[in-house]
């Protein structure tokens, strides 16, 4: 894997993103007991995040930090010389001369694609518009293997937006990478999956349904994923009042559920997954956040030194 950039999860096979989860498990385990790591010690990390982010680009930071590497980061646009009108570009070409590899998050699909055949180091995507979030698709499978065991041979839910949402997407894709018994497919009709995921679907020969509620199949799936709806992704903000609350998931409509149901959530949430849902076993989504740690180690390892 050594100089890959990671720009979708269909980038890696299945095996390789098992070598991830392998070594995520020694980074999980090394971290448990406070050992300091250096196997990057010399290395730099930029990031260069040109939308909002909280567990992206600190679990990114706080990995190359604790393996002993540095980080540099990307001033907000007021601070750094793309108010002086400085394309994205050349700030791609400078990162790269001062970085070994570089964590691009951007509004447009196919920034991180652009980032990465300018720079001649890898380039990682940290998300790109509604398109890819590898990095996330690889944590999220990460938490559900941790949490039973295995993630081939389960019931799946993905609810919410999943026609704007990259973590939606990018967990579906990452999913056609092994062998789930079903995917449901859970959202209005205004925010079905786009017709590239379903045929992705299709061509692995997956099970799946598309269906409007969570009440209609809440008792048969193993993980239930809850997404945002992606507010800032409509292009008319009348289209985002139509569909805002249109779905929550609450502890009472976990009520039939899976003794062991898996919840997960790429965070941040807003109003679609009721906080009454933390003190349930089914609550995963904080844990989730946690490993991006340990996995963005592991990536950035197996990256820089193979
Ligand atoms: C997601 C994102 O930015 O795509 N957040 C994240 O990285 N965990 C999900 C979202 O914003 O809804």
Not at 55 to 81: H, V
Not at 99 to 114: K, N, Q, S, Y
Not at 251 to 275: C, I, M
Request: hydrophobic letters at 40%; one cysteine or more.
């Amino acid at each position: 894997m050594k100089g890959r950039d990671v720009i979708t999860v269909l980038d890696f096979s299945r095996s390789e993103v098992e070598r991830v989860f392998e070594e995520t498990d020694a980074m999980q385990r090394a971290l448990e007991r406070g050992e300091r790591l250096d196997v990057l010690r010399g290395f730099v990390m930029a990031t260069a995040f040109f939308e909002p982010s909280t567990r992206t680009k600190l679990s990114f930071q706080t990995a190359m930090l604790r393996l002993g590497g540095s980080c540099i980061d990307l001033p907000p646009e007021e601070l750094s010389s793309r108010a002086k009108g400085e394309s994205f570009a050349d700030t791609i070409r400078m990162l790269d001369a001062y970085a070994d590899v570089i964590v691009v998050r951007h509004r447009l699909e196919g920034a991180a694609r652009f980032a990465a055949e300018i720079a001649a180091h890898p380039v990682i995507n940290g998300g790109d518009g509604t398109r890819d979030h590898p990095t996330q698709a690889m944590i999220d499978l990460y938490t559900v293997r941790k949490a039973l065991g295995r993630i081939d041979g389960l019931v799946y839910g993905v609810l919410g937006d999943l026609r704007y949402g990259r973590a939606a997407r990018s967990f579906i894709l990452a999913l056609t990478l092994f062998n789930p018994k079903k995917i449901y497919l859970i959202s209005p009709p205004q925010l079905a999956s786009r017709p590239e995921i379903i045929e992705r679907i299709r061509e692995r020969s997956i099970e799946y349904e598309e269906v409007r509620s969570l009440h209609e199949v809440i008792s048969e799936l193993d993980v239930l994923y809850v997404t945002r709806v992606q507010r800032e992704r409509f292009p008319d903000p009348m289209e985002y009042e139509k569909v805002r609350g249109s779905y929550r998931v609450t502890a009472e409509s976990l009520k039939g559920a899976k003794p062991n149901l898996v919840v997960l959530h790429p965070l941040p949430r807003v109003d679609e997954l009721a906080y009454d849902v933390d003190a349930t076993q089914h609550a995963w989504y904080f844990r989730q956040a946690s490993f991006g740690v340990p996995l963005r180690m592991a990536l950035l390892k197996l990256i820089l030194r193979g």
